[in-house]
């Protein structure tokens, strides 16, 4: 029956990575906190605020109880997602990696940087096998996958993309002035960063059955589900960088990753754009994910509308996570399609019954199937 109930989700996972006619859009609420010590309050409960965490501080068992916790908590959802697993995805994992100490803060770990200028860069090296912090990651999801006896998917945790990490190591000034003073230095480093990362998910991976032939990318609260293999992706060092940079280092650098699985799938913010544009005149990404920012940090949905239809009639599957009013709830309803559609709201506890949060109008066709190419 539980194996049952997971074909049937990933079959509507895969008509919406394909885009095929369908009355609603995927649709799951998320009901675990914004910000990822919130999830997991007794795995990071021992870690004190503004201390350097170690790899030696990281381990599966403090956090089992809350990986319970999660599983337990989800078929009361009634959703199109179930749970997926990821290791605690509050670590900046890669940056990590790639050797910048991690701070704890209350709601997240950061990242310091660990370059002084892009001279270090040079020569930069980085051997998985003798990688403490890579070691902690690989025997963490290790026994997350042995803690799930088949009762969940397991997928690798958030790694940010090769500028994000790059862009931890270096501080943000010296990242942006690399740009300008020693660009094939910077492009260096951004394709290590990708290799790195990418050698990290093939590793996870190889340690990572699917579960009954379903594959999972998420942990992170954006899921996509498949047959195929998927894999997570993101920039949002975009945010202090413009189009041109973007589109000639970032991307070449982001498509490094796409060897990582058959499916791929991008994370974007609100606040930051302006590389959808580019992502839609390249096919390097299969589907566009919005987080909706906090309300006062990006645009209202009123403001985005354009961009998710601009999405929508490029024929590119959108999955858009975050608050929505009810006004803006009614606003999606009206101007977007259900087709290639995967809305992931967050939703207070309280709001148990999946009324409470299920726009009810997609029981038709918002947008003609003609008008998606």
Partial sequence: MLVEAWDQRVDKHEAFLECRPVDRPLIG???????????????????????LLQAGDVFFSAFSDDYERLCEAQPDSNDDFGYVGS??????????????????AAANCCSRPCLTSLDGAKGLATDLDSNAWFQVLLEFTQELVEFSAGRFPVCPPLLRGPGDTSAAMLGE???????????ETLQDLLFRCARTRLAVIERLQAVIPSWHGIHAAGGYPSKVLSRRTVAYHQEDSAAI??????????????????????????HLHSACLYPADILLED?????????IDHRGMGPPVSKLIDTFMKIQAAGRPLLLWGEFS??????????????????????????????????????????ADSDIS
């Fill in 173 to 183: 000034m010296t990242f942006v002035m690399g740009f300008f003073d020693e660009p």
């Fill in 87 to 104: 290791a605690y995805w509050g670590i900046p994992w890669l940056e990590a990696i790639m050797g910048c100490p991690v701070a704890v």
């Fill in 29 to 51: 609420p998320w009901r675990s906190g914004y910000y990822p010590a919130t999830q997991f309050p007794r795995g990071t409960a021992g870690w004190p605020s503004g201390a």
């Fill in 241 to 266: 960088l413009n189009p041109s940079i973007f589109r000639e280092f970032i991307l070449p650098a982001l498509r490094v990753g796409r060897d990582a699985a058959n499916v791929n799938f991008i």
């Fill in 326 to 367: 009810a006004e803006e709830w009614r606003l999606i309803q009206c101007q977007l399609s259900p087709l290639g559609l995967s809305l992931q709201p967050i939703v207070q506890q309280t709001e148990t019954q999946r009324s409470d949060w299920m726009p009810r109008a997609f029981t038709r066709r918002a947008v």
């Fill in 283 to 291: 096919d390097s990404f299969d589907v566009l994910q919005i987080n």
